[in-house]
């Protein structure tokens, strides 16, 4: 089994859907999760980050964890075509100043005119 | 220059040939990563430099030599490389406990 399970998609939406994209991992040691946000031949760009459980907004983005269920959600209002890129999840526990993180393989989105 | 830079962006080497990947950081962070990005498969963690000081080797072939010189350069030495080794080559810097990384745009590295 994965530590953190992710759909790989594709998901396909029309622009102004609301957008929910998971993963859950198993290790419950984990403490800080992020989204990141990786367009075609970039590299991933920092999204969002939460430590433990709890909302956090920004903008049009929220990140949700329940440290519980072992689930994070990423929910995206009002998609735009700019939208279009795979969201990789990643968590860590905090070992020091070099923690590792764990990565699922990524959402690819695609929002639609 | 800003973030994490990453040079060549772009190379093509056969299995016998050396090259290095150069990274270099401009945030003032004291922790550097290594990772690989194939297809379908999550980034993979292959080395990390604390301080400039390599606390961790994932497990990675000697093929791969990483350097770490100071905090905000980094470097991926290789040499005699397979062609399943082709893959996107990700530099990160983080300071935090957390681990949040800020990443380079990556190396797209062909092993022919």
Same mark, same amino acid.
């Given at each position: ?22 993963? /859950? ?36 983005? @929220?990140?949700?964890?329940?440290? *519980? ?9 009002? *998609?735009?075509?700019?939208? *279009? ?9 905090? @070992? ?10 990524? /959402? ?6 | 220059? @800003? ?23 401009? !945030? ?16 993979? !963690? ?16 000697? %093929? ?11 470097? !991926? ?30 190396? %797209?590295? @062909?092993?022919?």
């Amino acid at each position: 089994q994965k530590e953190v399970e992710q759909d790989p998609g594709p998901l396909s939406v029309p622009e102004g859907a609301i957008v929910s994209l998971n993963c /859950t991992y198993s290790n419950s040691a984990f403490q800080y999760f992020m989204w990141y946000r990786q367009y075609s031949r970039k590299g991933p760009e920092l999204l969002m980050y939460t430590y433990s459980s709890g909302n956090k907004e920004d903008g049009r983005f @929220t990140a949700q964890v329940d440290k *519980s269920s072992k689930y994070i959600s990423l929910f995206i209002r009002d *998609s735009q075509p700019s939208d *279009s890129a795979t969201y990789l999840c990643a968590m860590s526990k905090n @070992t020091g100043t070099a923690s590792k993180l764990t990565f699922g393989t990524g /959402t690819r989105l695609q929002v639609t005119l | 220059e @800003t973030g994490v830079t990453q040079t060549p962006r772009h190379l093509v080497m056969g299995m016998t040939n050396k090259k290095s990947l150069k990274c270099e950081q401009h !945030l003032g962070h004291n922790a550097m990563y290594w990772y690989k990005q194939s297809a379908k498969k999550p980034l993979e !963690l292959m080395f990390v430099y604390s301080l400039e000081e390599r606390v961790e080797n994932n497990s990675v072939p000697s %093929r791969f030599s990483p350097e770490c010189p100071n905090s905000s350069h980094l470097f !991926l030495h290789l040499h005699t490389l397979q062609p399943e080794d082709s893959a996107l080559y990700l530099c990160a810097s983080s300071q935090d406990g957390s681990g949040r990384g800020f990443f380079g745009p990556g190396t %797209r590295l @062909t092993v022919l």
